[in-house]
């Protein structure tokens, strides 16, 4: 089971939680004011992540039918949605304006 930790409590303790992921493979998610941010896992089982993960990519792309884009045109498109992502990320979000009841 996973157990959850406070980042002051990664801070206070990471020897022991070091020790525990190591020896016991415990797991550990690291969160911030209540909300996850980082997980502690032993080396093998992040290796057994990334296969997992590698190997659905590629028998996705396999499934996938060839793209009626060139090289070139991706890599455009991509270019595109990367800056678009930025700048949305970048700009300030509106709190909405509260109407109040009469």
């Not at 939680?17 to 080396?43: S, Y």
């Not at 793209?67 to 270019?79: H, M, Q, W």
Request: charged share 40%.
């Amino acid at each position: 089971m996973t157990e959850r930790v406070s980042t002051i409590a990664v801070r206070q303790r990471i020897g022991d939680l070091l020790n525990r992921v190591a020896l016991r493979n415990d797991e550990f998610i690291i969160e911030r004011k209540g909300k996850p941010l980082a997980a502690l896992v032993a080396v093998e089982r992040l290796e057994q992540m990334r296969r997992f993960a590698r190997r659905n990519a590629l028998e996705l792309l396999a499934e996938q039918k060839p793209s009626p884009l060139t090289d070139k045109e991706a890599g455009r498109l991509a270019e595109e949605a990367k800056l678009w992502s930025r700048r949305r990320a970048s700009k300030p979000r509106r709190k909405a304006k509260r109407h109040k009841a009469k």
